[in-house]
Nanobody, 120 residues
Framework: QVQLVEAGGGLVQPGGSLRVSCEASGSIFIVYGMGWYRQAPGKQRELVAAIAAADSPNYADSVKGRFAISRKNAKDTVNLQMNSLKPEDTAVYYC??????????????WGQGTLVTVSS
């Protein structure tokens, strides 16, 4: 059993900052890639930022220069620091990870989502 537990999120004013974090736990052999996606009301889920174990991170154009993703491999965690937030960043943010379990299974696992609301 593998799960992703997210923390952070909440209400912030435009221009403010917020950080969300995600930790993978369970029968994990290795976590290949981790990332953050978001889904706003009435819209499709989209990639926000992702990072593999040894690669440079990649970002959606809409968040470049404002968001920063980082990983702590030893703890299988990924953080997303969000700065200069805009109302259009309002969405449910989901963590995703590509994982190989201790039994050799390759899984794509999603977190439960955390709501970020940017509003005055």
């Amino acid at each position: 059993q593998v799960q992703l537990v997210e923390a952070g999120g909440g209400l912030v004013q435009p221009g403010g900052s917020l950080r969300v974090s995600c930790e993978a736990s369970g029968s994990i052999f290795i976590v290949y890639g981790m990332g953050w996606y978001r889904q706003a009301p009435g819209k499709q889920r989209e990639l926000v930022a992702a990072i593999a174990a040894a690669d440079s991170p990649n970002y959606a154009d809409s968040v470049k220069g404002r968001f920063a993703i980082s990983r702590k491999n030893a703890k299988d965690t990924v953080n997303l620091q969000m700065n200069s937030l805009k109302p259009e960043d309002t969405a449910v943010y989901y963590c995703k990870a590509q994982i190989q379990t201790t039994t050799g299974r390759h899984l794509e696992v999603w977190g439960q989502g955390t709501l970020v609301t940017v509003s005055s």
